[in-house]
């Protein structure tokens, strides 16, 4: 158990996704969540490519932005990662496998952060 009293909170958050081509994304992102006297905001952007269709292999890179804040304390962070996330089925192009799944059952990716 946390302090003493009660505890209150709160989270919203967004995301866009646009497509560049049908194998190149842009997404952005914004999360906040607040307990209390603290909250977190993070803003993010995040770019992916499809390299192939035959071997379904698409590499990534992010930005995120994060703003922590409570108890009198402020702190800031910059997050950059890249990636590679390996995408599970048939072929097609990186649009039909985020939006309807290639394989009927929806997109089952694997994610590998660095």
Same mark, same amino acid.
């Given at each position: ?6 505890t ?7 995301e866009?996704?646009?497509?560049? *081509? ?15 006297r603290?909250?977190? *905001?993070?803003l993010g952007?995040?770019?992916?490519y &499809?390299?192939s269709?035959?071997?379904p ?9 994060a703003?922590?804040?409570g108890?009198? &304390?402020?702190e800031?962070a910059? *997050? ?9 089925g048939g ?10 799944g290639?394989?009927?059952?929806g997109p ?7």
């Amino acid at each position: 158990m946390f302090g003493h009293g009660s505890t209150s909170g709160g989270y919203a958050g967004g995301e866009v996704v646009a497509y560049a *081509t049908p194998d190149f994304d842009l997404q952005g992102h914004v999360d906040y969540v607040g307990v209390n006297r603290g909250d977190q *905001t993070t803003l993010g952007a995040r770019a992916e490519y &499809l390299i192939s269709h035959s071997v379904p292999l698409s590499a990534w890179v992010g930005y995120d932005y994060a703003t922590l804040r409570g108890g009198g &304390l402020s702190e800031n962070a910059n *997050t950059l990662s890249v990636g590679l996330r390996y995408y599970f089925g048939g072929g097609g192009t990186l649009v039909q496998r985020q939006r309807s799944g290639v394989d009927g059952w929806g997109p089952s990716p694997v994610d590998v952060q660095f």
